[in-house]
């Protein structure tokens, strides 16, 4: 069965070093036999100690000792064992020498702490594995040149404390966006289907039914409100799955097609145009507003095509009709009249995110604004 704790190989480096501490721990053992007040005793513990070492390396391998409970007990434990040397040694030895059995085979007990708590919970495991050291020794040395553990313990607990929170951080956004994706290419799958399928029909009805004329127009009219609210929100669906997958940001290009109908025809990329959310709702915004100024002014039957092109640096987005234009010098007696909705709604939109909008027309070539942006 497939272990899905992002720490889980850092469990498993853990316990390869627990193997390398304990055969440690046995060299150690053979060595300072002779010199132990109670050689047997220290032989006895050492048996327990094994035993210990081996049933939190199954626990923590297999998934089960990954939790609270457990690594407090291995520090328990351990701390007991470190103590235990007030009873093998002698206070000349223990003076002279590391607790027993071994500081090497005690950070194991850190190193747990930090894997399950992270940072946070893995120093002050070291703390008590040093505070244990000291206890026995009767002393706390300050002195790092000779004696490093407190810097050696601390360290150890911060390295895999933020290792492990790494782990668990970077596992989380995998699956976030794992599960992003899946959503996306689900919508895009329905979106698929509901514009092959009922948008189609939509559209095929409110053109058969204009052509028809008389009553049917009626239900053309219908047909295409329909297949434009249908369009809308298959697009805000769109929208909404992108704005989840960037915080801050928005796509210009999800945006620009929610405005999509019959008189608005659209030519976006075909990846996402990413900018600032607050640049790209204005942008949006003053498109609206150059779309709103066709339906008003155009003519009954003018129609728009809107091109949004990504050139990397720079975004431009072209808003042209087929209407009636307008005359030479209109805007500004427009504007002096008091009137300046164009100016403020279009040019001063963009001037204030820093970019430009350059208006296009004349007298039956209809109009063509082109507002461009820097990223």
Known sequence: MRDSDATAPLWRAAQLFRLLSCLYSLGFQIAINDDLARPGVSWLLFAVLIAWSAACAIAYLRGFGRRPAWVIAELAVVVALMLSTEVVASRAWALDNQTWPTTLWASNAVISAALQFGPAGGMPAAIVITAASAFVKGYLSLNFGRNATVVIELALALAVGMAAQTARRAHDELQRA?????????????????????????????????????????????????????RRLVSSTEFAATEDTVAGEADLRALLSLREDDRVSLSLPATPVMLPRGTATELDAAIGNALDNVRRHAGPDARAFVLCEDLGDIVTVSVRDDGVGIAAGRLEEAARQGRVGVSKSIVGRLAALGGSAVLHTDVGEGTEWELSIRR
Do not use: F, K, N, P
């Not at 509901?194 to 047909?223: F, K, N, P, T």
């Open 178 to 230: 794992a599960r992003l994706s899946a959503a996306t290419e689900e919508r895009e799958r329905l979106s698929r289907h509901v514009h092959d399928g009922v948008m189609q029909v939509l559209a095929l009805v409110a053109r058969r039914g204009r052509e028809i004329g008389g009553a049917a127009a009626e239900l053309a009219d219908l047909a295409g409100e329909q297949e434009r609210a249908l």
